[in-house]
């Protein structure tokens, strides 16, 4: 597949395709969205959202959730208010989660199927709460609202940006607010 990548990338540069999608490194709608890396998102969300290239800055992760309040995620979020001026933050879960109801036992059978030791087990454990590193949530609105909450009440967060969660789904683009 990557091979496949490669060949098609130098026909898009040969055949100038960039210049479609040439934008500045800043959102021009001061616009953050968290969300799902659900494939059926990748072009559905924008559209659904009436985003083009350019408009906003995507942090997309497992079930568009954050593990905690000092992760990969909040940091993306504090770059994209302080840097790169978001002044709004939309957190995007959808429907159909396979986050939903993940069970950590579920991903160590798929671990060990792969190989992995019980000794790459144990040294990971020494980093972090491995049951919650892999657990799921059991209510997807329940999920974005204590996201929401999260961001809105971290302490390096700035008061004056908008913070709300919505639920997409993933069949028909539909966003519905979770209050």
């Known amino acids: ?8 990338n130098a026909q898009f540069v040969a055949e100038k395709e960039y210049e479609n999608y040439v934008t500045s ?4 709608r001061k616009l953050a ?5 659900d494939t059926r998102l990748t072009e559905l969300l924008p559209k659904a ?27 993306s979020l504090l770059v994209a208010v302080y840097e790169l001026e978001c002044k709004e ?24 199927q792969q190989g992995i030791s019980d000794e790459s ?11 919650t590193f892999f657990s799921g949530f059991e209510d997807v609105e329940e999920d974005v609202k204590l996201t929401v909450t999260t961001i809105k009440q971290h302490p390096l967060m700035p008061q004056s940006v908008t913070v ?9 683009g ?3 607010e979770v209050l």
Do not use: W
């Open 1 to 8: 597949m990557i091979e496949e990548i490669l060949k098609y």
């Open 25 to 28: 490194g800043q959102p021009n």
């Open 33 to 37: 969205v968290l969300s799902c890396m």
């Open 49 to 75: 959202m009436g985003l083009k290239n350019g408009d906003a800055k995507f942090i997309k992760v497992a079930g568009g959730t954050m593990l905690s309040p000092y992760d990969s995620v909040i940091r």
């Open 89 to 112: 933050i939309m957190v995007v879960h959808h429907s159909d989660c396979g986050l939903c109801r993940m069970k950590p036992q579920h991903f160590f059978d798929l671990m060990k």
């Open 121 to 131: 087990m144990q040294e990971a454990a020494k980093h972090i709460d491995i049951e």
């Open 164 to 172: 709300r969660g919505f639920v997409i789904d993933s069949h028909t």
């Open 174 to 176: 539909k966003l519905t």
